[in-house]
């Protein structure tokens, strides 16, 4: 029987260099797979961070307006506080009354500051902050922590207002009118006035002065926030080149 010998196998041995090679090799196709997925992030962040950015912009740009209507608002409200002294003691005319009588639709109407937020909330919630500079973050954040502030400054004007000054301006005063007023119509319902005896006088008076000063307060918050809006607006403006 012939038997048949299989060929010796003579592995051929690498040497060192084709060794490093191959190593230098592998390493250099990870290094640029970790580079380019690097630069994919970076760019991805950076796209992500401009739709924000301008968003962002919108946001405080609707506040400064919001907030302009708001401080216009405080300041005609504490002038109107200031002449009730005056006008609740006049004679009872009509001139007289109409302008008591909006005198005191001021004192009872509230007007607060609705930020528009939605922006600034879901950079936050997401840990998308890190895409802007630390600068910019942490003005966004006292921005927030000032609006805030302001929130527990209003709802404590309106803890005074529906607790105190409503229940006592619904018994001395027609709230048709203020109806009448606030349609900016004439005014068809009599402007009466009850309960007007000097001790109900100097506790509506009283009031007042509270709420005058609740409002000089947040007045102040408005001030500030305002000038905070502005800084993040030059800030996004300087930084990602958005128009005016």
């Not at 992030?41 to 307006?65: G, M, N, P, Q």
């Amino acid at each position: 029987m012939e038997v048949h010998h299989h060929p010796e196998l003579h592995h051929k041995t690498k040497k060192f260099k084709e060794y490093f090679l191959e190593f230098l090799m592998i390493f250099l196709a990870v290094t640029l797979g970790f580079f380019a997925e690097s630069l994919r992030e970076h760019i991805s962040e950076k796209e992500k961070a401009d739709v924000f950015a301008r968003s962002l912009y919108a946001d405080f740009k609707s506040d400064t307006a919001s907030l302009h209507q708001l401080m216009t608002f405080t300041e005609s409200k504490i002038m109107a506080i200031d002449s009730l002294d005056y006008f609740i003691h006049l004679p009872r005319q009509r001139i007289n009354d109409s302008t008591l009588y909006i005198g005191i639709l001021f004192l009872a109407s509230t007007f607060q500051f609705d930020n528009i937020n939605g922006t600034y909330e879901q950079i936050k919630n997401s840990g998308s902050l890190r895409f802007f500079d630390q600068s910019l973050v942490n003005l966004m954040n006292s921005y927030d922590a000032t609006s805030l502030k302001l929130k527990l400054m209003e709802d404590w004007e309106n803890k005074v207002l529906f607790e105190q000054v409503l229940p006592k301006t619904s018994r001395m005063f027609n709230f048709s009118v203020f109806n009448d007023l606030r349609n900016k119509g004439n005014i068809n319902h009599e402007m009466y006035f009850r309960e007007m005896d000097d001790g109900s006088v100097f506790v509506l008076l009283n009031q007042s002065q509270i709420i005058k000063r609740l409002r000089e307060r947040q007045f102040n918050q408005h001030k500030l926030l305002l000038q905070k809006a502005n800084e993040i607006l030059g800030e996004l403006k300087k930084e990602y080149d958005l128009d005016k």
